[in-house]
């Protein structure tokens, strides 16, 4: 049985020939390192837990509804990804470029941000809880909603974000930096 990864227009990307007994980590790790781009690629609902991918570029990608808990996406770039209702609870997206992106809805309960690149993301009603967003960009992030109960935002940049109705309560805001960069 042969995996193949779509476009949402459903227009094939990567074919992998072995059997995967449906996991789609292997055949997506496969595709990354023969340079396959999956630029416009549906990963829509699919299931990713614990996942490797530091380092690699899934700017584009559909990701609604997938389940990434626990995965590693250090450094990673999902530069204006849509990841709506995504489960990245205790993911590590250290360094992770995330602007542009659209996780409204998402489970980032416990997820590492630190020094992650959040500007003009959608986080609305995402669930932050205990969340650690140390040195992370948030600036002009839609935030209405979001659930931040003991996040850690110490040293994050706020400017131009929207934090209307969002619960922060016992949350870090020690060092917060409300000003916009200097041009």
Known sequence: MSVTIYTCQKQPIFVA???????LRTPL??????????RGAC???ARLTLIDLADQDLSGVDLNLADLQGAHLVRIKLVETTMIRANLF???LCQANVRRGNLAGSELTEALLVAANLEGA??????LTDA?????DLRGADLRGANFQGANLRGALIADADFTGAWLENVDLS????QPLAV
Do not use: W
Not at 17 to 23: E, K, T
Not at 175 to 178: D, I, L, T, Y
């Open 17 to 23: 020939r072995q059997a995967f007994g449906g996991d």
């Open 29 to 38: 790790k496969t595709a990354l390192a023969q340079g396959v781009s999956l």
């Open 43 to 45: 990963l829509q609902g």
């Open 90 to 92: 205790h993911s590590n």
């Open 122 to 127: 959608n986080l609305f009603r995402a669930n």
């Open 132 to 136: 650690d967003l140390r040195d992370a």
């Open 175 to 178: 060092e917060v930096n409300f």
